[in-house]
C-alpha cells in the first residue's frame, strides 16, 4: 500500500513538472486549442505509428527462418482440386482459386505483376476496415512470403496485423505473373480478420509495381468483385446430360430506351417421355452497335439485367402458340393477354450468377407428356447508358432422361412489383416486406408439406440485406435463407442446407433493406434498375400448383399513410383496380388516359414498364386541403425525408400494418381469394450464435519487440507511472 502510495505521488510530481498547466498559457481573452485539429493530428500520429510498426513487421519477417517462407526452385503443383475459379478483374489479370474443408478455406492467386499481390475482404468496396493478405516472391532468392494486414480504418493503407493468420503453402514467379498459395481458418477469430460466411463479400484486389517485394508502395491497379466463396460445388459430370438453349435471335435493344422488357415464346423439345431440368447457365451474348454494326468487344458490359423463364398453362387450341413459337416475341407491355398464363418460373438468372445445378435428389419436369408444351423467356434489359445493342442473351436449360427422385418447382415471393412499393431517401437501413399467407399455402401445399431446396434473393441497387423467414403459428423458425451483405452485381442462388420442411399454414416472409442515404427523392417499386424490388424465388418439392405468392400495401391504406385521402376524377376503389392491373392505362377514365398519354415524358417512356409510376405522376389530390392541387409525385419528392420520427412511422406503418395478399395457380388462376390482413403476430427469432461461438487465439504470434521506435527500454514501474499521468491529465 506505502508503495502505491509513493508511485502514485511521484507520478503527479512528474506531471506536474513535465506537463504545463493548460490554464496557465490561457489568457483571458485566448480560446482552447482547435479540438478538429487536435483530432487531425492524433490520427496522423496513429496512421505513422501503425506504418512504422507495419515496417518492423515486414522487415522481421524477411529476416525469420527460412521455414516460414517458400523456396520456389523446389516448386511443384499442388495436388488441391480447386473447387471453384473467378477472374476478379475483366482482363483476367487476377484470377482467384479456392477450395474449402470445414473449418478452413484455401487459396490461389495468379497475378499478372513481378511486385506484390494484395488479397482482401470486406462488406463494403474499399479496403478501410478489410481483411487483407499481401503475397510477393522475392527477386533475390525466389522465396514466396505472405503477410496478414488489415486495411486502415482512415486511410487507403495496409498495417500488419498483430497475429499472422494466413498460412503460406506455395508460390513462385516468371517473368509476368506472380502465383502464391496461402490457407487460413474461416473464422480466425480475430478482430483484424474478416469471417469468412455465407454471405457475399466483396473481394478486394491490388498488384504493386515491378520489383514491391513486401515494400507496400501504393498499388498500380485495383478492384473489387462481390462474391460467396463458400457456395456448394455444381455440375454432375456423372449423368446424361442435354442441353436445350432458349434463346433470343438478333433483337435490337434501341438507344431510346434505358429500361426493356422482351418477351417470346419457346416450343418444348420433342422428347418421347418425361425427362429432367437439372439446371440452367446464362448465355450473354451482346453486341455493341457502332456505325450500324454489331461489333463484338471483349470488355463491354452486357445490358442484360435478368431473365426468368416461365411454363405457360396448356392451352387446347395450340395454332396461335405455335405461331408465337416461330416470331421474334413482344415488347414486355404489349404481349398478347394468352401469355399472362405463362407464370410458374422454372429458372430464374440475373447479373453475376453463373446458374444453378439442382441438388441430385430434384429434377423439374420437362416434355409434352408432363402437360406443358410451350415456355415464356422474359428478359429484362437494363440500358442506362442509352447504347443501341444487337442481343442474343438466353439461357442454356440442362436435362436428362435419369429421372430423379421428386418433381421439383420454383415458387415466387415477396413485394408485388409496383409503384406501391416505396422507399424514402436519405435513409440508411429502410425495411419492406411481402408475405405469402398461411390461407395460400393451406390451400395449395399437401399435407405432408413441401422441401425446400434453394432460394434466389433479388431486388435493385439500394438493397443491402434480404432475408427469407419462416412463421409457424405465432413462433419463427431458423431463417430459410438471409443475405446480409446483398450485391445487385452478384445474384446467385443459395443452397439451403440440408433442405426446409414447410407445412400446409406456415407462412412466408420476403423482407428486404435498403440504403437510400445517396438518394434525394423516393424510389417507386418496378422493374427498372432506377426502381426496387423485393423477391425470392424458391426451388421446392414435391411440385405444387402453386407459382405465386406475394403481398402489397393496399392502396387506400398505401395513400392514407402518406396523408392523402381523395384524388380529383378518380375513387380509390378504380385507384385500386388500377394498381390490380399493373397500371395498365385501359382500366382508367378516357380522359385520364389520354392525359397520361399526353404528358407522359421521355424519361417515362425510356423506363418502359413503371407498374404505376405515371399514374402516380397524374394524379391530383384533392383531400386533405394542405396538399390540394398537387400531384402525388410532386407530394411525395416535397416530404421532409430527414426526420427520423416521420420516416419510422412510415416503416413501421407499411411493414406492420395491412397486407392485400395475392395467391396465383399454375394456370393464372387464384388459388385462394385476394385478402387484405394484418401483419402476422409472432414471436421474432433471436440468434444466439456469438453467444455461444468460443474463440481461442492459438494462432502463431510474431515476436514481441520491447525496443519503441526511438530505441529506449521501457520497464513496469515507467509504465505505471506514465499510466498514472494520462489518467491525471484526464482528470484535469
Not at 195 to 212: C, F, H, K, N, R
Request: proline content about 6%.
Amino acid at each position: 500500500m506505502r508503495l502505491q502510495i509513493v508511485i502514485t505521488l511521484a507520478a503527479i510530481i512528474i506531471c506536474d513538472a513535465k506537463l504545463p498547466s493548460m490554464k496557465s498559457h490561457l489568457q483571458s481573452n485566448e480560446l482552447p486549442p482547435n479540438p478538429t485539429q487536435n483530432s487531425q493530428a492524433l490520427r496522423l500520429l496513429e496512421v505513422q505509428a501503425k506504418s512504422a510498426k507495419t515496417s518492423r513487421i515486414v522487415n522481421e519477417y524477411k529476416a525469420r527462418h527460412r521455414r516460414d517462407t517458400f523456396d520456389s526452385k523446389t516448386y511443384n503443383e499442388y495436388s488441391l482440386i480447386w473447387a471453384y475459379s473467378e477472374r476478379l478483374d475483366e482482363n483476367g489479370d487476377v484470377v482467384l482459386r479456392w477450395v474449402k474443408s470445414d473449418s478452413s478455406i484455401t487459396f490461389r492467386v495468379e497475378a499478372r505483376t513481378r511486385g506484390y499481390v494484395g488479397i482482401g475482404f470486406n462488406s463494403a468496396r474499399n479496403m478501410r476496415g478489410a481483411d487483407l493478405v499481401v503475397a510477393w516472391v522475392d527477386d533475390r532468392n525466389n522465396h514466396a512470403h505472405v503477410l496478414d494486414c488489415h486495411g486502415h480504418e482512415f486511410e487507403d493503407q495496409a498495417v500488419a496485423d498483430d497475429v499472422q493468420n494466413y498460412e503460406l503453402v506455395s508460390g513462385y514467379q516468371n517473368e509476368t505473373h506472380t502465383t502464391v498459395e496461402f490457407r487460413r481458418l474461416l473464422d480466425t477469430c480475430d478482430v483484424q480478420d474478416f469471417i469468412i460466411s455465407e454471405d457475399t463479400i466483396q473481394v478486394l484486389w491490388a498488384l504493386g509495381p515491378d520489383g514491391s517485394d513486401g515494400d507496400l508502395p501504393k498499388h498500380v491497379k485495383s478492384g473489387s468483385r462481390p462474391l460467396r466463396l463458400l457456395l456448394p460445388v455444381a455440375k454432375p459430370e456423372t449423368i446424361p446430360l442435354r442441353h436445350w438453349d432458349v434463346r433470343l435471335n438478333n433483337l435490337t435493344i434501341p438507344h431510346v430506351m434505358a429500361t426493356l422488357f422482351w418477351c417470346k415464346i419457346f416450343k418444348v423439345p420433342d422428347l418421347p417421355r418425361k425427362h429432367h431440368i437439372i439446371g440452367y447457365q446464362p448465355l450473354i451474348d451482346s453486341r455493341p452497335i457502332r456505325d450500324g454494326v454489331p461489333k463484338f468487344e471483349k470488355n463491354s458490359l452486357s445490358p442484360v439485367h435478368h431473365m426468368v423463364l416461365y411454363e405457360c398453362a396448356e392451352d387446347p387450341d395450340k395454332h396461335m402458340w405455335n405461331e408465337w413459337a416461330l416470331g421474334d416475341g413482344f415488347y414486355g407491355p404489349n404481349r398478347p393477354s394468352e401469355w399472362a398464363t405463362c407464370v410458374t418460373p422454372i429458372a430464374a438468372w440475373a447479373m453475376g450468377s453463373k446458374g444453378e445445378f439442382l441438388p441430385e435428389n430434384v429434377g423439374i419436369p420437362l416434355g409434352e407428356s408432363t402437360g406443358v408444351s410451350y415456355y415464356m423467356l422474359e428478359v429484362h434489359y437494363d440500358n442506362q447508358a442509352l447504347h443501341e445493342v444487337l442481343d442474343n442473351s438466353g439461357i442454356r436449360v440442362h436435362y436428362t432422361p435419369a429421372l430423379r427422385a421428386h418433381d421439383a418447382a420454383l415458387l415466387g415471393a415477396g413485394v408485388g412489383v409496383s409503384a406501391l412499393h416505396v422507399i424514402p431517401p436519405k435513409q440508411k437501413q429502410y425495411r419492406t416486406v411481402g408475405i405469402c399467407s398461411p390461407e395460400c399455402t393451406n390451400s395449395t401445399m399437401p399435407e405432408e408439406g413441401i422441401n425446400i431446396v434453394s432460394v434466389l434473393l433479388h431486388a435493385h441497387g439500394t438493397a443491402r440485406k434480404i432475408t427469407l423467414k419462416h412463421i409457424r403459428g405465432t413462433e419463427e423458425l431458423p431463417r430459410i435463407s438471409e443475405e446480409n451483405s446483398y450485391d445487385a452485381r452478384y445474384q446467385q442462388s443459395r443452397v439451403v442446407p440440408g433442405g426446409r420442411r414447410f407445412f400446409k399454414g406456415d407462412t412466408l416472409i420476403t423482407e428486404c433493406t435498403y440504403d437510400s442515404s445517396g438518394r434525394d427523392k423516393p424510389i417507386l417499386g418496378g422493374y427498372s434498375a432506377s426502381q426496387e424490388m423485393c423477391l425470392s424465388f424458391v426451388l421446392y418439392y414435391p411440385r405444387t400448383e402453386l407459382a405465386g405468392c406475394y403481398s402489397m400495401t393496399p392502396v387506400k391504406e398505401f395513400f392514407e399513410t402518406f396523408g392523402v385521402r381523395e384524388f380529383y376524377g378518380l375513387p380509390m376503389m378504380q385507384v385500386e383496380n388500377i394498381f390490380l392491373s399493373s397500371g395498365n392505362l385501359e382500366s382508367m377514365p378516357p380522359q385520364l388516359e389520354y392525359d397520361m398519354r399526353q404528358h407522359s415524358s421521355e424519361e417515362t417512356a425510356m423506363q418502359g414498364d413503371d407498374q404505376g409510376v405515371g399514374l402516380m405522376k397524374e394524379l391530383i389530390i384533392r383531400e386533405p386541403p394542405e396538399f390540394r392541387n398537387k400531384t402525388f409525385m410532386a407530394h411525395l419528392n416535397e416530404m421532409p425525408w430527414s426526420e427520423p420520427l416521420l420516416t419510422e412511422q412510415i416503416e413501421k406503418t407499411l411493414y406492420k400494418g395491412m397486407h392485400m395478399t395475392f395467391c396465383k395457380k399454375r394456370d393464372d388462376n387464384w388459388a385462394a381469394p385476394i385478402q387484405i390482413q394484418n401483419y402476422p403476430n409472432y414471436t421474432e427469432l433471436i440468434s444466439n450464435e456469438t453467444a455461444e461461438k468460443s474463440c481461442n487465439y492459438k494462432s502463431v504470434r510474431l515476436p514481441n519487440i520491447n525496443k519503441s521506435a526511438s530505441g529506449l527500454h521501457t520497464n513496469p514501474l515507467m509504465s505505471a507511472i506514465l499510466a498514472v499521468c494520462a489518467m491525471t491529465l484526464v482528470v484535469r
